[in-house]
């Protein structure tokens, strides 16, 4: 999944906890909305996705599905091709943009992932330098001499050595560092009021006790990574009010209820000690504190009925908002490109027998980059791919490749050879071994459109596939995952140019394709022995006529 | 003349005034035992000392001479500096935009009524 993708479905399960908060704040106990947070940060935080069979997405794929229908009714003509003879060739997919995490050289990076890195950078200076000049106040505060708070932290030793300390440049108490956590207390309180001090103190502690500055410091971590999404800033600051809100439960269970009016005063006297010369008045702190302070007065013991209705309230909301759409990893882009597989149902394999009439678009300036999509190719002849295919399992070939500036064979031993003068001249490559965990991994992050022949990709590289890389010297790079089916191509370049694979599963052309490509291709397969002549010219005769019927833009260059 | 001083200002008056001139490296080491302080930190209280005009320094060894009597000296009003500052957690900034600023006291005495009748 790209961060656009993982940002996107984390944003509808964000959605789902702001409504529950907005209704239910004052009602749940406050540890709900934390752990829906942090449900909130793993999905935006850790590239790994749960599938669900009630999930939100599982119904947004079947409602799709339904819309997409007529898209999917074969035209008159390519039903003519049922009748058993018609193939789908799931395409190679190949990288219309630059990778965004290379995984061995490092090739240019796309404009877009360098806005991503500039906001990335500024939103995370944006947090450390006002966190850095801070920390430089912090450290001049000085010891505090009062016997209750002595007294207090001997009573409530924590595993972390805790400082207390005055400082008189704040005015109301605040702890800072992670691993060694400093309770700073502003000089202008009264040190007489002893209960006072137990709240406050009780307050920070619990603080400490809970690694709320790291949880802190995670939840900006995730705006910066998600910046651009205003949903990720909201479930910040919400977090942040929440982080304040289940401490202050904790403090009251610990006292009290009866002594929920106490503390609700004391936090308004520290609200009163800030006011002082600026006149200025925030509505969204109004909200805030009120939203603090009703919740505070509002704070119940906890019964088995509020646990078991938290309980499952999460449960639903998680389950049905935070995992991704049943049997199919990638739910979110199909919604978004419903036609890039016929039927999520079926598992992308040899021959699916689907039709569908896809559009090969003009290789010019004018086509888009969603027309550029790699494309299924549906062959319906007498000499069709799966007769190609058999040829080539009867030859010395696992599999044949080309493209603008290449031939490209792989051979029974695996080995690859490439001809970069028509097939005049081969030469053997060397390759380089890449681990296939890293590469199905590698591939996950990377791969434009996932989702697409993704799963079966996955699984013979899960089953022992072997990986090799190669690159070329215009920066141009294959990997070929080969196990005992067959040989699949991935190919890594900078720029967008036609190619068509020919494996032991299925045949692809990515991109455009025009009329002189596909001729150099039958050529290509006559010259190892796939094809002979014969074949090669009727059945290209047999394409170029079906694509120049059914494709308007197809591009013929005699 | 009267001059206003934190209390980490303060600290390091003191022992100018209770120890005459002192090197600065000499007020690192008695702050860091006494307050513990690093000598970084100590550095730049001096630095803001030396800024305020509250002492100067003389070289070789940058001691420290106080410009201010006990007297002269006078203890900071915290109000006026710290509304910006809030907690110890990275959200300073959004902190002070969104949510922490101050409230009025029309704002202050609705609060509290809203403990009454919440009572």
Known sequence: ?558 | MVMKLFDSELNIMEILWRDGDTAAKRIAEITKEKIGWSKTTTYTIIKRCLDKGAIERHEPNFVCHALVTREQAQEHETTELINKMYDGAPDRLIASLLGQKRLSTEEISRLKRLIDSME
């Open chain 1, 1 to 558: 999944m790209s961060l656009l993708q993982i940002s996107i479905s984390a944003s509808v399960f964000i959605l789902a906890v702001i409504f529950l908060r907005f209704l239910l704040i004052h009602k749940l106990p406050k540890m709900t909305f934390m752990f829906l947070w942090g449900v909130a940060l793993i999905q935006l935080l850790v590239p790994v996705s749960v599938q669900s069979q009630f999930s939100i997405f599982t119904a947004v794929e079947h409602l799709s599905r339904m819309f997409t229908v007529p898209k999917l009714i074969p035209t008159p003509e390519s039903s003519t091709f049922v009748n058993g003879t018609t193939v789908i060739m799931p395409p190679i997919t190949e990288h219309l943009t630059a990778p965004i995490m290379p995984l061995e050289t490092a090739s240019q990076i796309s404009p877009i992932v360098w806005v991503w890195l500039v906001g990335f950078t500024l939103c995370a200076l944006f947090f450390i330098i006002p966190h850095l000049r801070h920390r430089k106040i912090y450290k001049m505060a000085v010891p505090i001499r009062n016997d209750f708070i002595r007294k207090w932290q001997h009573s409530n030793l924590l595993w972390r050595n805790v400082q207390i300390r005055q400082l008189d440049h704040i005015s109301t108490p605040l702890t800072y560092g992670i691993f060694r956590p400093v309770v700073l207390m502003p000089k202008n309180l009264d040190y007489d009021d002893e209960k006072q001090l137990a709240f406050i103190l009780t307050h920070e502690f619990t603080h400490i006790k809970r690694f709320d500055t790291l949880k802190k410091w995670i939840l900006a971590i995730s705006v910066c990574v998600h910046w651009f999404n205003p949903l990720v800033w909201v479930m910040y600051i919400l977090a942040n009010r929440d982080i304040e809100l289940f401490c202050d439960e904790t403090v009251i269970r610990k006292f009290g209820e009866s002594t929920k009016p106490t503390y609700a005063r004391a936090l308004v006297r520290l609200e009163e000690k800030k006011i002082g010369l600026s006149p200025m008045i925030s509505s969204f702190s109004k909200n805030s504190t009120e939203e603090r302070i009703i919740s505070i007065m509002k704070t119940k013991k906890i019964t088995i009925v509020t646990m078991l209705l938290a309980i499952g309230l999460v449960a639903s909301v998680v389950i049905i908002f935070a995992t991704s759409a049943w049997d199919k990893t990638e739910a979110v882009t199909d919604v978004d490109n419903p036609t890039a597989e016929p039927s999520a149902e079926i598992v992308p394999a040899l021959y699916q027998g689907t039709i569908t009439t896809e559009i090969v678009p003009a290789l010019s300036q004018g086509a888009t980059i969603t027309d550029l999509m790699p494309h299924d190719l549906s062959f319906n002849k007498k000499y069709d791919v799966p007769k190609l295919i058999d040829s080539l399992m009867d030859s010395k070939y696992r599999a044949v490749y080309m493209d603008n500036e290449i031939y490209l064979r792989v051979m029974m031993d695996n080995t690859i050879q490439i001809s970069k003068d028509n097939g005049a001249v081969w030469k053997k490559y060397d390759t380089d071994e890449v681990d296939a965990k890293e590469f199905a991994k590698w591939l996950l992050i990377n791969d434009p459109i996932p989702g697409y022949s993704m799963e079966e990709v996955q699984s013979r590289l899960a089953n022992g596939a072997e990986v090799k890389h190669l690159v070329f010297e215009n920066v141009k790079e294959m990997y070929f995952i080969i196990d005992r089916n067959g040989v699949q191509i991935e190919l890594v370049q900078p720029e967008k140019k036609s190619s068509v694979l020919i494996d032991g599963q299925r045949m692809m052309i990515t991109s455009a394709i025009s009329a002189q490509m596909l001729k150099s291709f039958y050529d290509l397969l006559v010259s190892n022995n796939i094809l002979s002549e014969t074949h090669a010219k009727q059945d290209y005769s047999e394409r170029i006529k079906y694509l120049e019927k059914n494709l308007p833009n197809f591009i013929v260059t005699k």
